[in-house]
């Protein structure tokens, strides 16, 4: 399939692994279910893969279909209920993800962990070096091309159109500055600060020995006074930046 062709590369191999198992336990599972086996068991010792492919004609096309059509309905459903999520007005952590899904938590962390082995999000984790009240556990998901979350959601309306303009400006952003670092090969590592009494900078970088803090605005604003405060109290060396359309250019190339 080309999906598969496309992200052969680095660790591809192991991750492709992955979801081939875990999509193979959830048939299993789903049979075990259908034959009303009373023991809690996925069947790796009843049902060889032949024989799932038998249990399901339409599939027994090749020795792996079973895998490759799994993995990709495994892969639709995941991604789509991301994009789903990510209509809110901010980008969801696993926490969220999981309360607006009806789903627990660690359903939904193993549905990320596979999405971004697969190379299709990455994840920000939350930064934190003095303040108690800063967040740390949870992280941000952003997608490697947002063309594919706009076609789950049959979504290619202009931007003054959409609702999510500015979660799409974000996204935009962070993917494109990642591609500027590594073009650069300038080694960063890149977070997100927020504090629980709702402070937050979009993106915060740390090279060269210093903090570099990034606010993303699609329209009109500026960092609010009070979250510029408490992070230069809290890292004095630290620089603040605004990033909008007029002045964005600079932030993805240099």
């Not at 191999?13 to 034959?35: C, I, N, Q």
């Not at 952590?93 to 990455?122: C, H, M, N, W």
Request: glycine content about 6%; charged content about 25%.
């Amino acid at each position: 399939a080309g999906w598969v062709n496309y992200f052969r590369v680095g660790n591809a191999s192991r991750a492709f692994s992955e979801v081939r198992d875990y999509v193979e336990m959830k048939v299993r599972t789903l049979l075990t279910r259908r034959k009303r086996r009373r023991k809690r068991s996925v069947g790796w010792r009843r049902w060889m893969l032949f024989a799932l492919l038998v249990s399901i004609p339409l599939l027994a096309l090749r020795e792996n279909s079973l895998v490759f059509l799994s993995a990709g309905v495994f892969f639709l459903q995941s991604a789509t209920a991301l994009s789903i999520a990510w209509l809110g007005e901010k980008l969801p952590d696993s926490p969220s993800l999981a309360t607006s899904l009806g789903l627990g938590q660690p359903t939904v962390a193993r549905y990320l962990d596979l999405l971004e082995k697969v190379f299709v999000i990455f994840r920000v984790s939350g930064f934190s070096r003095n303040l108690r009240k800063e967040v740390v556990k949870n992280a941000r998901y952003y997608f490697y091309d947002v063309g594919v979350r706009n076609s789950l959601i049959r979504n290619f309306n202009p931007l003054h159109l959409r609702n999510d303009a500015g979660q799409l400006w974000e996204n935009y952003l962070m993917i494109e500055r990642l591609k500027a670092n590594q073009a650069l090969d300038r080694s960063v590592n890149t977070y997100f600060w927020r504090t629980y009494d709702q402070k937050e900078l979009d993106c915060i970088e740390e090279y060269g020995g210093q903090l570099h803090g990034y606010e993303f605005k699609w329209g009109e604003g500026s960092i609010r006074k009070k979250t510029q405060t408490e992070f230069t109290r809290a890292y004095p060396n630290s620089e603040l930046h605004l990033v909008n359309p007029e002045n964005f250019e600079q932030f993805i190339t240099q």
